[in-house]
């Protein structure tokens, strides 16, 4: 009988309890997908060898050429019969299987050794005997699921399990689904799209595009695959390994590339960004001293002078003088402390000319001043000849989120949709939603709900095909009010929240005070009584 999804997942939950005291909890999900991997690899190419030997009466050892030719190389010491009957050296023979499998597919270098077994300070023999016999309970080729990417949907699982875990740590890479569902309902990618994710974490939101584009007529290919084009980057080599095999186990394929997005990006067309029809990011959020090359040449500054020591503060260097080889800061160069913008321009700069992306940013580049501001005022309204003369009217939504929804800050935050061809009634206008109270509320933290999604994206295409408002949740403004408000896009200076102010009764209020007042003159007449009877003290002012 194929595994369902809950048993599948508790049975994978299962394998953090063996690695609970081994190794720090924010390390599990490295380990875990790792042999989660392995064993799905060994399971759909032993599936593959019983299918050919069952269909065209070969034996296991033509079969298993037969299907390495197509399908790719297995070599025979990475195979799961050989690692499971090991008793000694468990980790070096996990890793030399990783590095094999590696080896002959390119697709899949340097994600899976990624994650080091072989150091027994870490994990023992007996450990991982433990963990590989875990692993051991079910097959996971693609007849032993209940559909053949139901893997990936235990994956995505245990990547939201690992972030509740790791608390804080776990927002470095995870955005909670529902939020990721949101965006993906506003940009709406449609069959055949070329989607990109700048910093694209363990790659949920490329997946969730690639499931929204595949509900769609046309939008599947050969049978399952969704009729996507994804891409990718992601800076931390052990996230974008996770990304990397999140995709694989969701029978998808991606172009994830590791890497610095704002020094080096990866997806160039020639000396050119690469440019999609959609781009959407959960970029982290107000990153500091986010142009590398620009701190580097100040620390060797200070190196030069002499001003060297940890009782030493690196002098603040000028971003003022940053200069980018893909030009991508034309609206202005956002200051050292708050990058967020600089990660918006960059995936405006990887759009199509009739793209759109939705981008999550906190609540302070509405209306931060200085040079955020020109940046805020240039997508608004465009920029002079003097500033390269950039197009304006670029800001087709701003979707203002609750609180709590992340797990990395508890500040409130808001999605950014930005369209680069939008339709005619809605030019020289914003949309406008406060969803500030559009969720469930947690103790530690706030979520989505299904109706809560449902309701923000019904309102958004309302208003964008038909400019329809709603009272205290939506509005379409125009960029001439948003001028009168000098650019500022603070929701709150365009929505009310509905509640109505609490009517002060002055006159009772001050009599209130002055019964309050009579009650503690009393009170302290009987104290000084009490301790003028105890000849403590001769009573008190």
């Not at 007996?126 to 699921?145: P, V």
């Not at 781009?279 to 030069?304: G, H, M, R, Y």
Request: contains cysteine; charged residues 25%.
């Amino acid at each position: 009988m194929p595994l369902n999804l809950d048993t599948l997942e508790s049975w994978l939950w299962e394998s953090a309890n063996i690695l609970r005291g081994s190794i720090d909890s924010s390390d599990f999900k490295n380990y875990i997908f790792g042999l989660l991997f392995l064993k799905r690899f060994n399971d759909v190419f032993e599936e593959r060898v019983r299918q050919l030997v069952q269909d065209e009466k070969l034996s296991e050892k033509e079969a298993a050429v037969e299907v390495q030719a197509k399908w790719g190389i297995f070599p025979p010491d990475a195979r799961w019969p050989n690692l499971i009957a090991r008793t000694a050296n468990i980790g070096e023979a996990l890793d030399k299987a990783f590095a094999d499998i590696e080896a002959t597919n390119t697709e899949l270098q340097h994600v899976l050794t990624a994650t080091q077994f072989g150091d027994k300070r870490v994990l023992s023999d007996a450990t991982l005997q433990r963990l590989l016999r875990h692993f051991n309970q079910y097959r996971l080729g693609n007849a032993d699921l209940y559909k053949a990417d139901m893997l990936g949907d235990a994956y995505e699982y245990l990547i939201k399990q690992f972030a509740d875990d790791a608390g804080k740590k776990g927002g470095e890479f995870y955005t909670p689904k529902a939020v990721v569902q949101l965006v993906v309902e506003l940009i709406d990618p449609q069959p055949g799209h070329s989607v990109y994710d700048p910093t694209c974490g363990s790659g949920g939101m490329l997946v969730e595009s690639a499931h929204h584009i595949a509900k769609l007529p046309g939008g599947t290919l050969m049978g399952d695959r969704p009729n996507a084009l994804l891409y990718g980057q992601e800076k931390n080599l052990g996230t974008w390994a996770i990304a990397k095999l999140n995709v694989y186990l969701h029978n998808m394929r991606a172009e994830i590339e590791r890497g610095d997005t704002l020094v080096e990006p990866k997806h160039l067309d020639g000396g050119y960004l690469k440019t999609f029809d959609r781009v959407i990011a959960n970029p982290p959020f107000s990153a500091n001293a986010w142009w590398t090359p620009l701190e580097l040449d100040a620390e060797a500054v200070q190196d030069s002078e002499g001003e060297t020591g940890s009782s030493k503060k690196l002098k603040a260097p000028n971003y003022k003088t940053v200069t980018d080889p893909f030009g991508r800061f034309s609206y202005g160069v956002p200051p050292r402390s708050y990058a967020d913008l600089a990660f918006a321009q960059h995936m405006l700069a990887s759009l199509k000319a009739d793209g759109r992306m939705g981008v999550i940013l906190p609540h302070g580049v509405l209306f931060r001043s200085g040079e955020e501001g020109r940046i805020r005022e240039g997508l608004l309204f465009g920029t002079d000849a003097a500033s390269g003369g950039q197009p304006g009217d670029l800001i087709e939504a701003i979707v203002g989120l609750p609180d709590k929804l992340f797990y990395n800050t508890g500040i409130a935050a808001s999605v950014l949709v930005l369209n680069k061809r939008k339709p005619v009634a809605l030019r020289g206008k914003v949309i406008i939603i406060d969803a500030s109270r559009e969720c469930l509320e947690g103790k530690a933290q706030n979520s989505l709900r299904p109706k809560d999604i449902e309701r923000i994206a019904r309102t958004h295409k309302a208003a964008f095909e038909q400019q329809t408002e709603v009272e205290n949740y939506c509005r379409v403004v125009t960029l001439d009010e948003i001028r009168s408000n000098d650019g500022n896009l603070n929701i709150a200076r365009y929505i009310a929240n509905g509640e109505a102010a609490e009517t002060v009764d002055v006159a009772a209020t001050l009599a209130q005070l002055q019964a309050l007042a009579e009650e503690e003159a009393k009170i302290d007449m009987r104290l000084n009584g009490y301790l003028a009877e105890l000849g403590l003290a001769e009573g008190v002012e």
